[in-house]
């Protein structure tokens, strides 16, 4: 059974620098794009920044610029380096892997922004 595991996670301050990793662990046959999102308590989940399997990106506009999403396809693994933490960046965040034939959610990490 497939399982995503993100790590990376915790309490940095304004300004600061974390990066985030999410592994895959089992096979997947085909993943077509691998993502980050987050949710902050009260708030819907939204996207954060994802890249496809030709490498291409997108990424929200509240973090161009200072977030940067790669990965390892060969280890299946997807990565993001935040810079320049924001107070607002504070939430969980969740990696995600569209494949066939389904979709996986990893468990979330926290990441909180506070002096």
């Known amino acids: 059974q497939v399982q995503l595991v993100e790590s990376g996670g915790g309490l940095v301050q304004p300004g600061g620098s974390l990066r985030l990793s999410c592994v895959a662990s089992g096979s997947i046959l085909s993943i077509y794009v691998m993502g980050w999102y987050r949710q902050a308590p009260g708030k819907q989940r939204e996207l954060v920044a994802t890249?496809?399997?030709?490498?291409?990106?997108n990424y929200a506009d509240s973090v161009k610029g200072r977030f940067t999403i790669s990965r390892d396809t060969a280890k299946n693994t997807v990565y993001l380096q935040m810079n320049s933490l924001k107070t607002e960046d504070t939430s969980v965040y969740y990696c995600?892997?569209?494949?066939?034939?389904?979709?996986?959610w990893g468990q979330g990490t926290q990441v909180t922004v506070s002096s």
């Open positions: 890249i496809t399997s030709g490498g291409s990106t």
């Open positions: 995600n892997f569209q494949a066939w034939p389904k979709g996986y």
